[in-house]
C-alpha cells in the first residue's frame, strides 16, 4: 500500500451527490463501513487472483453514512494491492462455519496488502482515474 497526492484530499461534499459520480466511473462505495467513515474503490487491475486498486477514504463531518445527505470530506487516496486464493479451501471451516450456517462462500484473502510492483505505473494510474472524477464532481466540491 502506498498513498497518492491528489486535489480530492480534504474537499468535502454531500455524499448522495459524489457517491453516483463515482459509481458511473466504474468506482464503487465499499459495502463493509462504519456511521462516520468508508470508501470508495476503483479497480486497476485484476489478472489471477491479485487486484490492484485505488482506494479513496472518506469522513463524515454531518450526518451518518447511510445517508445520503451526509456530509463528507476525502482523504488521503492509496493503492493497494489483494491477492485472492483462487483454488479450493482445504482448511477445516472450509465447508461448515458453524453448526447452523452451513456453507462458507468467502475465503480469507491470501494477503489484504501484497508488495506493489512499479508503483510510478499505479500512481499515475489512480491519479488519472481521481482526476476524472474530479472533473464531474468540482461544482459539487467546498474546501
Known sequence: MFQIQSEIEGKRAYFGLVRDIFKSYGCSF???FEYDQGKFDALLWRENG???YLRIPIYV???ELDHSNAFIEFG???IIK???NIGLDYDENSFVTGTTTGLNQFQTPLDQDDYIYDK???AKAGEEAI???MSSITGLLSS
Do not use: A, K, Y
Open 30 to 32: 465499499c459495502s463493509n
Open 50 to 52: 491479485e487486484s490492484i
Open 61 to 63: 463531518l454531518d450526518g
Open 76 to 78: 488521503t487516496p492509496f
Open 82 to 84: 489483494h491477492v485472492v
Open 120 to 122: 510510478s505505473r499505479w
Open 131 to 133: 482526476e476524472q472524477v
